[in-house]
């Protein structure tokens, strides 16, 4: 007897971590929040009068929504594996820190991106960039170290 699709995907599923779990509503719900600021603002606009658009607190514009959905959407197909997720979490982690750090102090982010509420900007990108480490943390907790969370590396895929 064969299985179906579904069946394996249930099966695979079934025997999914806490951080897998955690990665796919992550990048779900960011790749879903992005999209909607392209939508609400999608100009490729450059410099100080580049428009923005405020979507849940945080400045987009056609830049900023294409870069969330470009940190984000890898996590989807990353979500597979638990070694997998925690290193994508601590380098989406770093991914969301930098510009953060970058847009606490200056309204124009890599010289030419305008966010006329960067400081509110900058706070958004820590707090993600703290969820995902703090989701980090609690997966190799669990996993009883680090070594064991990256134990599924020298594995065949499922």
């Known amino acids: 007897m064969t299985r179906t699709i579904y069946q394996e995907t249930q099966v695979a599923t079934a025997s999914w971590t806490f951080v897998q779990w955690a990665v796919l509503v992550i990048c ?4 879903v929040w992005s ?7 999608p ?59 970058w847009a606490l102090f200056s309204p124009r982010v890599l010289w030419v991106l305008h966010m006329p509420d960067h400081v ?11 969820v995902m480490i703090a989701v980090a943390l609690v997966q190799i907790r ?4 680090w070594a064991a969370t990256m134990a599924d590396l020298r594995a065949q895929p499922r």
């Not at 999209?35 to 603002?41: H, L, M, N, V």
């Not at 509110?120 to 703290?130: E, P, S």
């Open 43 to 101: 100009s490729f606009a450059v410099g100080h009068h580049a428009p923005t658009q405020k979507v849940l607190a945080m400045d987009f514009n056609g830049w900023h929504a294409i870069s969330g959905i470009a940190m984000f959407a890898p996590g989807l197909f990353l979500c597979r594996r638990t070694s997998w997720s925690v290193l994508y979490l601590f380098g989406a982690s770093l991914a969301a820190v930098v510009p953060g750090i």
């Open 120 to 130: 509110t900007d900058a706070v958004i990108h820590f707090a993600i960039a703290a």
């Open 35 to 41: 999209a909607a600021g392209f939508a609400a603002e």
């Open 142 to 145: 669990r996993d009883g170290g």
């Open 28 to 31: 779900t719900v960011n790749i």
